[in-house]
């Protein structure tokens, strides 16, 4: 997955809301584990399930490794395939962003979230998500960093050890689709994979960008472990979240100054500006 979080119908995390109302805010995670899954499955499953659900449908996290396939964003240029007769699968597909590979050895995590009923802009999950994956690696000793304008996490230009062979590769990709406030898609995390697929395509639109896996840098890992530890961090991260909205209705409800200071406009994700108000039916592609 890879995609550039662009401005879109948002959710606003207004802590001027009442405190019982933000505890929906901190609504339960089901954890799926759909294990080897052919993409298009997983793709039709997805937007069922985000059509289907209504305000009473509990968020889940998908955690998914599939067999080899390229995936291409809505507005993605074929000429990113770099060769055609790889003999792998390309599926076109409705997040943002460009091109990029799924395979065996990689952690897929969907994340059908109610992005209203958690209080949560685009541009917050996206952060939280790439959090999640940072700590994930830190918890194998591996860093991890963002790179302005270019969603995903990479080896750090200052690794050192095996990472510092690979400086600046990149190690994870994220790419979400809103639609009705909801989003699907998610993020994956490349643990131990043949890596040779992505040198048939420009990840993510990125001509020479390299790919590397925690393997390559030095990390023997089991899937299961590192998929349940992503889950946790993100489920960890949303309760955090939730958490600093509690706390700022509550010290709103006795403190004016503290609620004043929570009425500044919240940002759009990416492109900047006020948030736009909501369309039913537009969704974005973040």
């Not at 390229?70 to 074929?78: E, I, N, R, V």
């Not at 109610?114 to 790439?130: A, F, G, Y």
């Not at 990390?219 to 590192?226: E, F, G, I, Q, T």
Request: charge should be negative; glycine fraction near 8%; charged fraction near 15%.
């Amino acid at each position: 997955m890879c995609a550039t979080p662009v401005s879109s119908p948002q959710t606003s995390s207004d802590p001027g809301l009442p405190a019982a109302a933000l505890q929906t805010a901190n609504s339960p995670v089901v954890v799926r584990w759909r294990g080897n899954e052919a993409y298009q499955a997983s793709f039709d499953a997805m937007r069922a399930f985000t059509a289907d659900r209504d305000a009473d449908t509990s968020d889940e996290i998908w955690l998914v490794e599939h067999p080899p396939v390229f995936t291409l964003g809505q507005a993605g240029k074929p000429e990113h395939l770099l060769v055609a007769d790889s003999g792998i699968p390309l599926v076109q597909i409705d997040r943002g962003g460009q091109i990029t590979y799924h395979g065996p050895g990689q952690v897929v995590a969907y994340l059908l979230l109610d992005l209203r009923r958690r209080k949560l802009m685009v541009r917050e999950l996206v952060t939280l998500i790439e959090d999640a994956v940072i700590e994930t690696l830190a918890a194998y000793n591996l860093a991890g960093e963002r790179k302005a304008g270019a969603p995903g996490i990479y080896v750090p230009e200052h690794a050192s050890g095996a990472s510092a062979l690979h400086a600046g590769a990149k190690v994870a990709a994220l790419g979400l689709k809103i639609r009705n406030g909801c989003s699907y898609h998610g993020v994956s995390l490349n643990v131990s994979m043949d890596l040779a697929p992505f040198l048939a395509i420009n990840p993510c639109g990125y001509a020479g960008l390299e790919t590397v896996d925690m393997a390559t840098l030095g990390v023997k890992a089991n899937w299961r472990d590192v998929a349940a530890t992503l889950a946790a961090r993100v489920e960890a991260n949303l309760a955090a979240h939730a958490a600093t909205l509690l706390s700022a209705a509550e010290a709103a409800a006795t403190d004016p100054s503290a609620e004043a200071a929570g009425e500044e406009p919240a940002v759009c994700a990416a492109s900047g500006g006020e948030p736009p108000q909501p369309q039913a039916g537009v969704a974005p592609a973040a």
